[in-house]
C-alpha cells in the first residue's frame, strides 16, 4: 500500500488508491469484530470494556480515513500530514498515553 501512495502521490492520484481501499471498509470491520468477539471468552468484565472503546476507536478512524471514500485522506497526505504526525510522534503518544491509558489493560 505505500509504494501504491508513493507512486500515486507522484501523478496527484491518491484518491484512486484510497477509493479502492475504502471499498473494502465494510469487510475490514467484520475481519476486525469477529476477531474481537473470539478474544471476549479469554477477557474479564474491565477488559471487554475496554475492547468495547477499542471497537468504537477502530469504527471512527475508519469513518474519518475513508469518509467520501478516502478523499480526506487523500488530501492529508500531500500536505505533509505524516510528516507532521512523526515529527510530533512523542507529543503525541504521552496524550493518548495520559489520556487512554486506564482503558488499557497491563500485563
Known amino acids: 500500500m505505500q509504494e501504491e501512495i508513493a507512486e500515486a502521490s507522484a501523478k496527484g492520484e491518491l484518491d484512486a488508491v ?7 471498509q465494510p469487510d475490514l470491520v ?13 477477557h474479564d468484565k474491565d477488559e471487554r470494556e475496554s475492547q468495547d472503546v477499542f ?3 477502530v469504527h471512527k478512524l475508519l469513518e ?8 480526506q ?7 505533509k500530514g505524516p510528516e507532521c504526525l512523526q515529527a510530533n510522534r512523542d507529543a503525541i ?3 493518548f498515553n495520559n489520556t487512554f491509558a486506564s482503558y488499557v489493560p497491563t500485563v
Do not use: S, T, W
Request: hydrophobic residues 35%; contains cysteine.
Open 30 to 42: 467484520i475481519c476486525i469484530e469477529n476477531f474481537n468477539q473470539k478474544l471476549v471468552p479469554c
Open 93 to 95: 503518544q504521552n496524550c
Open 64 to 71: 474519518f480515513v475513508c469518509h467520501k471514500g478516502g478523499d
Open 18 to 24: 484510497f477509493n479502492k481501499y475504502c471499498a473494502k
Open 55 to 57: 471497537m468504537r476507536m
Open 73 to 79: 485522506i487523500a488530501l492529508y497526505i500531500p500536505e
